[in-house]
Every structure is written in structure tokens, then in C-alpha cells.
């Protein structure tokens, strides 16, 4: 689909997956993206770093991708955001795509995996590991995603016993991942998901333990 740059956040996760195109890159804003390009000598069995300046590095924003994916706290994007630029402006990275774990180099998917794993979510162990797998992974971690009649804020809100949705299944992802049981991720605040809130708010110092996801619990799930 054609994505207007009016709805797109930084952080924002951009992907393609089709017989076309396979790609990933991640929105910094005015209009550019960070993404993986193309090694020296092409996909495969490329010299560490970048040897053309381009491998990894800022384009301007191309308006036909699949899918939007967004995480809801915009300072984990933002975090995401600046590692991704800090990468790009750093020649020692590459692009190849069977030396791909950062160490140095990175192609399109393994590079978005990192920045948001650096920020502590657990991408990899929820699927994560190309471009045609990483939709569900991401949205599994808590990514919401957006398209040009989704343009809302996704930012943090107040989830409270009773609620049904997206933000729900984030918290309950999220809570699982931290060890505490939900009885599932279905988006439905429910008893089980209050009984592992109250846990996890507990055993992090986070008070009241009046069953509200606010702020300061977001904070702790995510980091």
C-alpha cells in the first residue's frame, strides 16, 4: 500500500514482504528512513563495513510498503530511532546477509531486529528472524500496527480491569515475557491478567496495587 508520511512516527517499523520486495527500514522522521541496503559486492560474501557508503544508511522515504508496525512507547522508539542513525553514520558496519549479527555487519532485517532489542524487547525469542517473519514476531512483542485509517496516537495509555484490545494484549505480552502468567494473550483484562499485574507491580515496588497499567508500570514492562 501507498503509506502517507503524515501518519508515520520515528521508531516506525516499515516492511514489505511479497514477490517484489522483500525490505525493512525504520522511520527518524522528515520524511527519511534508516534501512540495509546492498553490500559491494551484493547480498553475499561482502568485506566488513561499509565499503560504499550506503550500505546502511539514510534515504528518503518510499511510499509503497506492506505494513506499519508501531511500538506504543514513543521512548522506546525514539531510542530505537537514534541507534539505528548512530549505526548508519558508522562505517565499520556492512551489509551481508550470512555475517548479519551486527558483529559487524547487519542486512535489512537483522539491523531493525537489533535497534529494538537493544532497547530490551525480546524480539528473537518471539519469532523474529526475517523480513517474512517479522510482523507477527514484532506484534507478539507489542508493536501496534498503523495504515492510513489508523493515524491515531498509539502512545501510553491507562489500562484498567475490564478492558478489551490491543493495549491489553501488549501488557499481557509483556508481563508474560517478564515470567508472570496471564493465562494468555487474548486482549482481555480479565482476573488471571489482574492476579499477574498485581504480582509483577509488587515485586517491582510499583504502587497502588489498584490493577491500573499506567505509566510507571508500562516503564517496567518494557525496560
Request: aromatic fraction near 8%; charged fraction near 25%; proline fraction near 2%.
Amino acid at each position: 500500500m501507498k503509506i502517507k508520511q503524515s501518519i508515520l512516527k520515528r521508531g516506525d517499523v516499515l516492511l514489505s514482504h511479497n514477490d517484489k520486495k522483500q525490505h525493512t527500514a525504520i522511520y527518524i522522521g522528515d520524511g527519511m528512513v534508516v534501512h540495509a541496503s546492498i553490500g559491494e559486492k551484493g547480498t553475499k560474501g561482502n568485506k566488513a563495513g561499509d565499503q560504499t557508503g550506503k550500505e546502511i544508511c539514510v534515504a528518503k522515504l518510499s511510499e509503497e510498503w506492506d505494513f506499519v508496525l508501531r511500538f506504543p512507547d514513543s521512548r522506546i522508539a525514539t531510542a530505537a530511532t537514534i541507534l539505528a542513525c548512530d549505526i548508519a553514520s558508522d562505517d565499520s558496519h556492512g551489509y551481508d546477509q550470512v555475517n548479519r549479527n551486527g558483529k559487524p555487519d547487519f542486512d535489512c532485517s537483522s539491523l531493525i531486529i537489533f535497534v529494538y532489542e537493544k532497547q530490551g524487547l525480546l524480539l528473537k525469542r518471539n519469532g523474529a528472524t526475517f523480513t517474512g517473519n517479522m510482523r507477527d514476531a514484532f506484534k507478539r512483542c507489542g508493536f501496534i500496527e498503523v495504515s492510513d485509517k489508523i493515524s491515531c496516537s498509539v502512545d501510553l495509555i491507562e489500562v484498567y480491569p475490564g478492558d478489551k484490545g490491543n493495549a491489553v494484549k501488549s501488557m499481557q505480552l509483556l508481563l508474560t515475557n517478564k515470567g508472570y502468567s496471564c493465562g494468555g494473550i487474548d486482549g482481555d483484562y480479565g482476573s488471571k491478567t489482574r492476579k499477574a499485574l498485581d504480582s509483577f507491580q509488587k515485586t517491582n515496588g510499583l504502587t497502588p496495587y489498584d490493577g491500573v497499567c499506567g505509566r510507571g508500570t508500562w516503564r517496567a514492562l518494557i525496560l
